[in-house]
């Protein structure tokens, strides 16, 4: 197999992700999987999963034994009705809740050779991004504690709620993870990407880079 660090080279995706856009991170020198609002991806290769959060949550979830792992972007807790829609691919309507958002990954990270007992989670997103928008970034993130208190799951990283959208980028083999606080893009903007699921947001400008865990 080609070496992933070299060339360029973007491996395959695992089977059903193949709507995910991915691309060469130049920065890092890797490949790396993008996403928009309502989709989630799981690899089991060296490679990165990035989106922009406003009052989204993404949750970054991996089997540190295996190496396995994914992150979601999720716009909403939970259906109100617990139905799915009329898609239920990866970035279907279902998947844009968070409960669906989170059952998905979990399963696939199983299903391709994770290991519930060796599962770790980091969240992140939730912002107040616009004022007069109410208590979205809250209730996801209320949803999100409580969902992993109920399964069990042991959360070992946060960088959750303030009024800064972020751009986050996972590393699932290694379990690393960067943050960008953005605070020069129009706010106004950001949620109309969100809702609008626009893939230009990485060109807006950021501010400096963390590396948190």
Known sequence: ????????????PLPGFESINRYWD???????????????????????????????????????????????HFMLPASA??????????????????????????????KHGGVRRNLEVKVFGGGRIIDGMGN???????????????????LVGEDLGDIYPRKVVYLPSSGRVWVKRIKTLHKDALLWRERQYQRDI??????????LF
């Open 136 to 154: 979205v970034g809250n209730n996801n993130i209320a949803f999100i504690r409580e969902y992993l208190r109920i399964e069990g799951l042991p």
């Open 26 to 72: 130049r920065t890092r020198q890797m490949p790396a999987a993008r996403l928009l609002p309502g989709e989630y991806y799981v690899s089991v290769q060296d490679e990165l999963i990035t989106t922009v959060l406003g009052s989204c949550i993404s949750a970054c979830i991996r089997d540190k034994v295996h190496r396995i792992g994914g992150m979601n």
């Open 1 to 12: 197999m080609p070496d992933a660090r070299k060339n360029g080279y973007i491996p395959k």
């Open 202 to 211: 990485e060109k807006s400008p950021v501010g400096g880079s963390v590396e």
């Open 81 to 110: 009705d617990g139905r799915w829609g009329g898609n239920e691919g990866i970035a279907g309507s279902a998947t844009r809740y968070g409960n669906y958002a989170m059952e998905h990954m979990i399963n696939d990270i199983l």
